[in-house]
């Protein structure tokens, strides 16, 4: 992904969140967009319950993750901080 792209793939990425949060807040977390590297890493932060739940990274994985890479094709993979 180019300096040039970057802007428009991490809008997208910020609406696709936008989606997601409501499930997240339904069970008391959230997810707060952080970075995205020049390989398409997304780096989010999962706060609230999210942030401590022991289901966390299946959350990440399998929810976050699957979500943005199905409607963004530049997500790589998604991390927390």
Do not use: W
């Not at 936008?18 to 020049?38: F, H, K, N, S, W």
Request: a negative charge; one cysteine or more.
């Amino acid at each position: 992904m180019t300096d040039q792209e970057k802007p428009a793939v991490e809008q997208k990425v910020k609406n696709a969140l936008g989606q997601i949060r409501p499930y997240l807040q339904q069970d008391g977390g959230d997810v707060e967009y952080v970075d995205m590297t020049a390989e398409g890493v997304v780096i989010v932060r999962l706060t609230g319950h999210c942030g401590s739940c022991p289901h966390a990274m299946a959350t990440l994985k399998q929810g976050i993750e699957s979500a943005l890479k199905k409607v963004i094709p530049e997500v790589k993979a998604v991390e927390k901080i």
